[in-house]
Structure formats: structure tokens, C-alpha cells
């Protein structure tokens, strides 16, 4: 769907369709938009990419994607790398053994380990959720209509800070509720989908 979808939908239940007249400015509710595609996209990790880096020589240290929400998983060479916390990581680094590669993360970099077993020239798959966003109305965002109504829920509830009243902060408050929900259920397909791997619908011959 396109950004515009969700911006025309939030200005019908605001009722600012006026354009010469808006409340809202387009800038104004992008930037809503953008907010609720982030939060979004922390509770649910919807979007997903794999970043492709080649080792330099003695360099263990490599900067995330900007637009990182977590990492899914590490690749050396088409082999996994094992995933371990930063503390971990600071407290064994010098003590692992050599038959693995680990790999540990702070806010902005990842690190690499052993160091010694690095080869220039080596590639490095990095797997990760990210924040989507969008520039302006026209611009596609890549998710499913199943998961429109908490985009535009939360959008209406950031929408409702914006003049602040009682009646519009109750309004607020039932928009992030109604959010609420739909990240419950959208949790519980999402987690359905990915896990279903090995399910069978029974079914019979006619």
C-alpha cells in the first residue's frame, strides 16, 4: 500500500479533508507515520534484510545498517556464527576456542571473533529486522493489509497529541488501546505463520 492510503484514511477519521483548510499538514502526519512504522517495527520485526561486508585485514569491527532493529543471524563464508552478548563476549574473547567464529554486538558495531582466524577478503552475511520508512506519500510501505489497522491506529493516536484537550487526549488514549489489541493479534498470527512449518491440514479425497 501506499503511504497516502494510510494518510487518507487517518485525515477521514480526524475529519480534516479540507485541503485548503488541513489541521494536519502531510509533513506533519508522514512523520506519524514514520513513528508508528517504528514502533511497529520493534513489536512485530516486520521487515527484514541481509547486508553483505568482506573482511579487511586486522579489522574485527564493523559498523550495523543504521536502520537495525535486531540481528537474525551471522554468516562467515556461508558458515553460522555463533551469537553471543557483548558482556559475554568481554569476558571470554581471549578463552574461546578456535574451531568456531562468534560474533557479539553493541548499539552500532559488531565484532568478530577469534580474531587470529579472520582472512582478508572473507564475506560476512549479517541478517537483520530494520525500521522502514517513508520519504513521502507517494512511497510504498511494504506490509500486509492485515496489519494496516495498527499502523493506522497508533498514527491516530500520535495524531491526537497534536491539539491537546481532554476529548482529544481520551481519543488518544482509545487509539492506543485499540493499537494494543491489534499488535496482540497480529503477534499471535505472525507467530502462527512462521511456526507452521511442519503442520498438516487434514483433508479428504472427493
Known amino acids: 500500500m501506499q503511504a497516502n492510503d494510510i494518510l487518507l484514511a487517518v485525515r477521514s477519521r480526524l475529519n480534516d479533508t479540507t485541503a485548503k483548510a ?10 506519524m507515520i514514520n513513528s508508528s ?11 527484514s534484510h541481509q547486508e553483505i561486508y ?4 586486522n579489522v574485527n569491527r564493523y559498523k550495523l545498517p543504521e536502520k537495525c532493529v535486531k540481528v537474525i543471524s551471522v554468516n562467515l563464508d556461508n558458515q553460522p556464527v555463533i551469537i553471543k552478548s557483548f558482556d559475554w563476549m568481554s569476558r571470554n574473547k581471549n578463552t574461546i576456542d578456535d574451531d568456531n567464529y562468534y560474533v557479539c554486538m553493541d548499539e552500532q558495531s559488531f565484532f568478530l571473533y577469534p580474531e587470529k582466524l579472520l582472512k582478508e577478503d572473507m564475506k560476512v552475511e549479517v541478517n537483520y529486522n530494520f525500521i522502514e520508512q517513508v520519504l513521502t506519500k507517494k512511497d510504498n510501505i511494504p506490509i500486509s493489509l492485515v496489519a494496516k489497522n495498527a499502523l493506522l491506529f497508533y498514527t491516530m493516536h500520535l495524531a491526537y497529541q497534536i491539539y491537546t484537550s481532554d476529548k482529544n487526549t481520551g481519543k488518544s488514549t482509545h487509539y492506543l488501546n ?11 498470527l505472525y507467530y502462527k505463520n512462521r511456526h507452521s512449518r511442519g503442520l498438516r491440514t487434514p483433508f479428504r479425497k472427493v
Open 22 to 31: 488541513y489541521r494536519w499538514s502531510d509533513e506533519e502526519l508522514i512523520d
Open 37 to 47: 512504522l517504528a514502533n511497529m517495527s520493534g513489536e512485530l520485526l516486520l521487515f
Open 54 to 57: 568482506t573482511i579487511k585485514e
Open 178 to 188: 485499540l493499537y494494543g489489541k491489534e499488535i496482540i493479534r497480529l503477534k499471535a
